[in-house]
């Protein structure tokens, strides 16, 4: 019987356990003589099926670690993920959906850029009133640069529910329902113009924190940059999330001002350390550029300082502080003032070597990891140190007035890694993982501590590295930041590829590594690479798939994703109809396979029109679009959902309007036409 017939008639289970087999035949064979693969025989199913992969394998010229790799990832047609990925897609402004370990993209989710497959800024209303939301005045800002997603978390452990990412440019946060995948606010900080430290939620999401980057006058008033110290100012921002409403309420939240240090990026404290927050920073030497001038440059001045701070913030008593009403007022935002937060015992620093990036809590809350940039240690804190210094009074103050513990007091442990550590995640063994952006390379070291008990090694002390493809920023390890990582995948986030992919002109996509990091001690492997053509990424999350489970169509006809609930303009079939009122138009259209009702839209030059259209489906991927030329409308609707649009009709003339997705055999007489009567 040929293979094909095997194939055909066995069940899919028992063809992947015989591949497997072969697999790790070929994989047998290749470690051991070549010579004796033709001796193997073609007796046996398996043998044929491992000979044919074997001439396969030497073809492409694959080592056996290639067919490992190949055989840990390779998920065949109609097999789910057992990991989703959500990483920043940078300055793309969105958001993507990734499947581990096939590295599949499933979803771009548009978040500060329109984007038009998911008819998303152009024209459906609630997607224009999401995007406007984050407008700076008359300033309509239509991209972002996504840095750090934040998945909503209950105890600590992501929950699937909910996803917030930041936009450094213009600092902003996004909240997406993962109910279906789509962004539902936009919110602008009223008073910072940019942000890094963000989105971080709290162990029970009741908290998502917006923290600072580049220094400026709070509400970004104007100041020359000669009063930097006196009028600049950094700041952390802690956004009320409303779980009921699905948004960020912005009148239940509040700031605190911070000195004008560069907050980089923070961290909610969790279990012990819970109601605790922290933040690295840079350029504690406040250095203002200026290298046109022959003033050292930020690079060289916000670099001098062998030490820059820890910032260490009583969460919860600074929600009291703001609750109890000590506050000023920015752009109508309560700010907590800096000499309040240092009265109340809400801020403290620890100072951190040198030129941070981050700062990443252990899963028992314990132990604060922080790199330096430019210093080849890991430093670790304690909590309890934390306390027992801050109890002690014992310590020394900034310019600012603001204590600065005693480093000695806090430290627990410094772990020699490497060139140009950055980001931090942990595993289920005990393993901490950090990224050596220089290097470049990942660098698996254990905890100490309770931690010892999982790695078996007493020491805080470096394991193994694995080499990365090229210059590393981020790091994601499976639930890898809550408070029970999974282990068993990374992925490192590299801002270079240089030669991994075919040369596409001089700008190059970015690269995912995937890493299984499953086994203990010096035994990680590079699995696969994964091209991403669309903006940088920064940070990434990945949750387990089983974790999710959003809707397959929404709850029913006529349902508005913007509010999550039935649209009251919704048309069921045969309530279609087209309403005038003066110059003011009113169409009420269905949408179903293959069809628009009505299918002719005759209005005269001038009308205002609103035009709201149902999709009455209820099947599952039967989404409908809607384009309308000239008027620049572009709507995807997906089953049982209710769109609305409007527009001013300007321009007369014969217009057709057609359904932008393939939905049907008939999907191309999915149209009508709209005539506008000069
Ligand atoms: S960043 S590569 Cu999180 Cu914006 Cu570190
Ligand atoms: Cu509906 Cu094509």
């Known amino acids: 019987m040929e293979e094909q017939g095997i194939r ?4 899919k289970v028992v063809v992947t356990l015989v591949l497997v087999a072969a697999l790790a035949m070929v994989f047998l064979i290749s470690c051991s003589d070549r010579d004796d693969e033709g001796s193997s025989g073609e007796s046996s199913s398996s043998a044929a099926v491992s000979g044919d992969a074997a001439a396969i394998a030497e073809e492409r010229g694959l080592t056996p670690d290639d067919i490992t790799a190949a055989l840990k990832t390779y998920t065949p047609t109609g097999v789910h993920d057992e990991y989703i990925m959500f990483a920043s897609g940078g300055h793309s402004g969105q958001v993507y959906v990734v499947g581990m370990p096939s590295m599949r993209i499933i979803k771009q989710i548009a978040v500060y850029t329109p984007e038009p497959w998911q008819g998303y800024g152009y024209g459906a209303e609630g997607t224009m009133e999401t995007l406007a939301g984050g407008d700076v005045g008359d300033h309509e800002i239509r991209w972002g640069d996504t840095h750090h997603p934040a998945l909503s978390e209950t105890g600590g452990d992501y929950d699937g529910q909910w996803l917030f990412i930041n936009d450094k440019a213009n600092a902003r946060l996004a909240t997406i329902d993962l109910r279906d995948f789509e962004t539902k606010q936009i919110i602008k900080n009223p008073i910072a113009i940019n942000d890094h430290g963000g989105s971080f939620v709290t162990p029970d999401t009741e908290w998502v924190i917006e923290g600072g980057q580049y220094a400026a006058p709070l509400g970004w008033e104007y100041s020359s940059l000669d009063n930097y110290e006196t009028d600049y100012r950094g700041m952390v921002t802690i956004w009320k999330f409303d779980r009921e409403a699905g948004r960020l309420d912005p009148d239940r939240s509040f700031a605190m001002e911070l000195p004008p240090y560069w907050q980089d990026l923070c961290d909610a404290g969790k279990k012990v350390s819970e109601g605790w927050l922290f933040c690295n920073s840079f350029n504690t030497e406040m250095a203002t550029g200026g290298v046109e001038d022959g003033e050292p440059s930020f690079e060289a001045g916000a670099s001098q300082r062998d030490m820059d701070y820890l910032h260490i913030i009583n969460l919860d008593r600074a929600i009291e502080v703001a609750q109890s009403g000590a506050t000023v007022d920015v752009n109508g935002f309560p700010v907590i003032p800096l000499d309040t937060a240092i009265d109340e015992g809400l801020l403290y620093f620890a100072p951190e070597p040198k030129s941070p990036h981050g700062v990443d809590i252990t899963p028992g809350g314990e132990y604060m990891v922080i790199s330096g940039k430019l210093d080849p240690h890991v430093t670790i804190y304690s909590f309890d140190k934390i306390q027992e210094a801050i109890a002690s009074g014992n310590w020394e103050t900034d310019g600012y007035g603001v204590p600065i ?22 595993d289920d063994k005990g393993y901490a993982y950090t990224s050596l952006f220089l ?20 020491e805080w002390s470096l394991v193994s590295k ?3 493809h090229y210059n590393v ?7 890898g930041d809550t ?3 999974d282990g068993k995948y990374l992925v490192s986030l590299n801002k270079w590829a240089i030669d991994r992919f075919q040369n596409v002109g001089p700008l190059l996509p970015q690269n995912f590594q995937l890493i299984d990091i499953g086994q203990p001690g010096d035994n990680l492997q590079l699995l696969y690479d994964m091209p991403i053509p669309d903006g940088e990424p920064h940070y990434a999350q990945i949750i387990k798939a089983d974790k999710l489970n959003p809707w397959e169509v929404y709850p029913e006809v006529g349902w508005n994703p913007h509010t999550q609930s039935p649209d009251p303009n919704a048309s069921q079939i045969g309530e279609e109809s087209i309403v005038r009122d003066g110059n003011n138009v009113t169409v009420n259209m269905t949408a179903v396979r293959s069809h628009f009702t009505p299918e002719h839209v005759e209005i005269k030059a001038g009308d205002h029109v609103v035009w709201h259209i149902t999709n009455v489906e209820q099947t599952y991927d039967a989404t409908h679009g809607f384009s309308l030329p000239v008027y620049n409308i572009n709507l995807s609707i997906e089953p049982g959902e209710t769109v609305t649009f409007e527009f001013d009709a300007t321009e007369d003339g014969v217009f057709s309007y057609y359904c932008s997705e393939f939905c049907s055999a008939l999907h191309l007489e999915m149209t009508g036409y709209m005539l506008v009567e000069p």
Not at 8 to 11: A, E, S
Not at 443 to 458: H, I, M, Q, V
Not at 473 to 479: D, K, L, Q, S, V
């Open 439 to 458: 290097e470049p390379a990942v660098a698996r070291w254990s905890l100490g501590g309770p931690y010892a008990e999982l790695n078996d090694d007493p």
């Open 473 to 479: 920023g981020h790091i994601a390890a499976a639930e």
């Open 8 to 11: 055909k008639y066995l069940p």
């Open 405 to 426: 513990l005693n480093f000695d007091d806090v430290m627990e442990a410094q772990v020699e890694l490497g060139l140009g550590p950055l980001h931090s995640q942990f």
């Open 483 to 485: 408070v029970s990582p």
């Open 466 to 468: 694995i080499n990365v």
